[in-house]
């Protein structure tokens, strides 16, 4: 049983972190089309290695360290690959914390996207939610004082960390819109290939945060996250090179990375309240999710083919 939920979890993780990083791989292809060859093979070799060994490796180490900085950062390296019962006794204790922050994050990740961004409606009440744009910020304000008093109850850090939670999500999605506001600056000739492989490195960073708290649904095995994330960011750059034309006719996959976000925001904040919910649920939720908007995207898309098939009969090419 204990290999299968070591299988079930990295495959999880994989599809979670495609998944979230779809705009990211398509804003890439983009950019790609338009350097340089040699500039081309360094993002991709060089640009891999950073993503998964610098942001992706480091970053679940930070932010272990961040809530338990009495471990030290040697102290967190070497508590990954160990199994001393204190050392994991120490993490488990301060678990709510990353938890409640992470979940927060992941939450209003979702609501910005439910009421605010342009989308493929894929279920009935998304069109509705799009509308009421305008509640977005009263609606995460609200929600961020109830957990608040929720956690208040708990501990004050607790609390605090709910808050750094929300601080963190503004602070990112602000830097992503900038970076979609400088989308044609990156496209345009004028910018020097170093110049948009920086911003991208950067872009790209900022992407990993979403694939990386959310993993903390999954399981607090830094081992398996790094494994997961990375195998995950492996799949993602060859989607970029070779196939990412074809996935973006699968036009619902956001919405499958969106409800998983949510899913796995709610079970974090649940748990970060004591609510022991089983570690095999984050998997199954995502593949469920995404195998759902799987499907439904290719349902779309097959009616569209079936759709196109009289008219190209009807105008056959002539040599």
Same mark, same amino acid.
Not at 36 to 49: E, M, Y
Not at 104 to 126: D, H, M, Q, S, T
Not at 201 to 208: G, H, I, K, R, W
Not at 234 to 243: D, G
């Given at each position: ?41 360094? #993002?991709?070799?060089? !640009? ?6 610098? %942001?992706?490796?480091?970053?679940? /180490?930070?932010? %272990? ?20 019962? $204190? ?10 914390? =990353? =938890? =409640? ?6 939450? /209003? ?5 439910? /009421? ?5 409606? !894929? ?26 008093? #929720?956690?208040? $109850? *708990? @501990? ?7 808050? =750094?939670? @929300? ?7 602000? /830097? ?6 400088? *989308? ?7 910018? @020097? ?7 991208? *490195?950067?872009?790209?960073?900022? #992407?990993?945060?979403? !694939? %990386? ?21 492996? %799949?993602?750059? $060859? ?5 990412? *034309? ?22 974090m904040i649940l748990d970060s309240f004591g609510l022991n919910i089983p570690v095999w649920l984050s998997p199954i939720i995502t593949f469920g999710a995404v195998g759902y908007f799987f499907y439904k995207s290719r349902i779309d898309l097959q009616t569209i083919e079936v759709a196109l098939k009289p008219s190209q009969r009807s105008n056959p090419k002539h040599p």
């Open positions: 049983m204990e290999i299968i939920f070591v299988l079930l979890t990295i495959f999880g993780l994989s599809l979670f972190e495609v998944i979230t990083s779809i705009d990211n791989a398509i804003i890439n292809a983009e950019v790609l089309s338009g350097l340089g060859a040699k500039a081309r093979r360094w #993002f991709l070799l060089w !640009g891999f290695l950073i993503a998964v060994f610098v %942001v992706r490796g480091l970053l679940p /180490f930070l932010i %272990v360290f961040l809530v338990n900085p009495g471990l030290g950062p040697i102290g967190i390296f070497t508590a990954a690959f160990s199994n001393d019962p $204190k050392v994991a006794e120490a993490i488990e204790s301060s678990s709510p914390l =990353l =938890l =409640l922050g992470g979940g927060v994050f992941l939450v /209003f990740i979702f609501a910005n996207w439910l /009421f605010l961004e342009p989308k493929n409606f !894929g279920i009935r009440g998304e069109h509705f939610f799009q509308k009421q744009g305008a509640w977005f910020f009263a609606i995460v304000s609200i929600l961020l004082t109830i957990i608040v008093w #929720f956690a208040l $109850k *708990e @501990s004050s850090m607790l609390a605090f960390s709910a808050v =750094l939670g @929300s601080t963190a999500f503004f602070i990112i999605h602000g /830097f992503r819109e900038y970076a979609h506001q400088q *989308e044609k600056q990156l496209l345009s000739p004028g910018m @020097s290939d170093v110049a948009k492989i920086a911003y991208l *490195e950067v872009l790209d960073s900022t #992407f990993s945060i979403d !694939g %990386v708290i959310g993993a903390f649904a999954f399981t607090f095995s830094i081992p398996l996250i790094l494994i997961g994330n990375g195998l995950g960011a492996f %799949v993602l750059r $060859k989607l970029t090179v070779s196939n990412i *034309e074809k996935i973006r006719k699968y036009k619902y996959l956001k919405n499958g990375a969106m409800y998983s976000i949510l899913f796995l925001g709610t079970i």
